[in-house]
Every structure is written in C-alpha cells, then in structure tokens.
C-alpha cells in the first residue's frame, strides 16, 4: 500500500545517455512534483504539475521534461546525462485545495531514485 | 525569491537536554512544513503549519509558526538518541502550485 513510488531506486549510467524515472501515487493527489536532492542534501523543486499547470523552476535544464500519462503518475525524463546530473530525485504528491480550516496539504514523498552518472 | 533559512545547520547535543531549531523565510506565507529524513532514506512529514500562531507536538517534537516574524521553531524536549536525523522546514508560498522551498536542513545527532 505504497503512497508514492518510485523506479528505479538506483540508476547509474554513462554520460550522454538518456534516462527515465518513474513515479506513481496511489493517494489520489491532484499535483505531483519532481525535486533533486544534491550531495550537500540541499533539496530543490524542479516540477510542480497537476492537470491543468505545468511549473517549471526556471534553473532546471530543458535536457529534464516531465511526462504525465494520467493523474496518478509523473515520469521525469533525463536527455544527454551530465556528471553534475548525479543526485537522488525524489517524487512528491498533494491534493491541492488551497488552504482552508481543514486542509492538509502535506507533500509526500517517495523513496528517492539515486542517479550516478559516470 | 523566496529564502529559507534554518539554523543551526549542525547540532550535537546530549540526550536529555532541551534544544530549538530555528526557520526564518522570507515571504508572507503562512504555510510551512517540518520533515524528518534519515540517512538514505526519503522524507517524512512530521509537521503541518497553516495559520499564524499555530503549535503542534508530537511526543518530544513541537513545532510553532509566527508569519509575523516568519519564523518556525522545532522544539526538541529532553532529546534520545532516535531523534537522530536531517530536518527540514520547507514553506509552500503559493498553496502547492509551486511546490515547497526547502531551508538546508539541520543534521541533528543526539549523543548518549
């Protein structure tokens, strides 16, 4: 009964490659994210998105492009793999609702995808 | 841009003693989250913060929100050792659309 997953938990690869990491939510979450944790263990929004808006952080490469298939899953596609790529990329659901007395709005997040670039 | 900042970054402290976390950000938001993470692990929710003046705990953990001064505390209480982890105060400035600032994290180790 998995909240947020991910795949794959480690991915090492060579430079110039292409790769994915998927995500699914079972929480029946409006909006996903996308954020990369760094060696330093500074986390960084890359993507926000639900189905109406795509948010991009304006620092994050076009070589990084999300993909959503449907409401439950939030692939992150990574083009031409650069060493300074490497990184653990953690996805994140929450229901949107926009504040109020009883919202919640807590962000969950999934395993974590640790991406070595060689 | 929004600026979140935590400190201290790094904290040692005995078990027992009494020690607080500080979040200061530099928007008018008026929601802010505590996670918890351990070492290879992900996030964990500890604290949801939504209005002025709201306090929460859980066991040894409480956590407080002043929008005013737009500052968070975590308040540890007579810390053990499995409060041993990274935490993290994020603030969310426009109701999740965004996704979360994160402040750097305080790397807390609780020593017997």
């Known amino acids: 009964d998995t909240a947020v997953s991910q795949t794959p938990k480690y991915l090492v690869t060579q430079m110039g490659n292409d790769k994915s990491i998927k995500c699914e939510q079972n929480?029946?979450?409006?909006?996903m994210y996308w954020y990369k944790q760094d060696s330093k263990k500074f986390l960084k929004i890359m993507f926000s998105?639900?189905?109406?808006?795509?948010?991009i952080n304006e620092t994050v490469p076009n070589r990084f492009s999300p993909k959503s298939p449907d409401k439950a899953h939030l692939n992150l596609h990574i083009n031409s793999l650069e060493l300074g790529d490497s990184a653990v990329y953690f996805c994140a659901s929450s229901q949107y609702t926009s504040g109020g007395p009883h919202s919640t709005d807590t962000q969950y997040f999934g395993p974590g995808t640790r991406l070595t670039v060689l | 841009e929004l600026k979140v900042e935590q400190n201290p970054l790094f904290l040692s402290m005995q078990e027992g003693k009494n020690y607080t976390i500080y979040c200061n950000y530099s928007t008018t938001s008026d929601r802010l989250y505590w996670y918890r993470q351990d070492p290879g692990k992900s996030l964990e929710s500890l604290f949801v913060l939504l209005s002025n003046g709201a306090v929460k705990q859980e066991g040894r953990l409480m956590a407080s929100l002043d929008t005013k001064a737009r500052l968070s505390t975590l308040h540890i209480t007579a810390a053990v050792h499995d409060l041993s982890a990274t935490y993290f105060c994020?603030?969310?400035?426009?109701?999740?659309?965004?996704?979360?600032?994160f402040g750097k994290g305080t790397h807390l180790i609780i020593q017997p």
């Open positions: 994020a603030v969310d400035e426009r109701g999740g659309a965004d996704g979360l600032t």
């Open positions: 929480l029946g979450h409006d909006t």
């Open positions: 998105y639900n189905n109406k808006e795509l948010i």
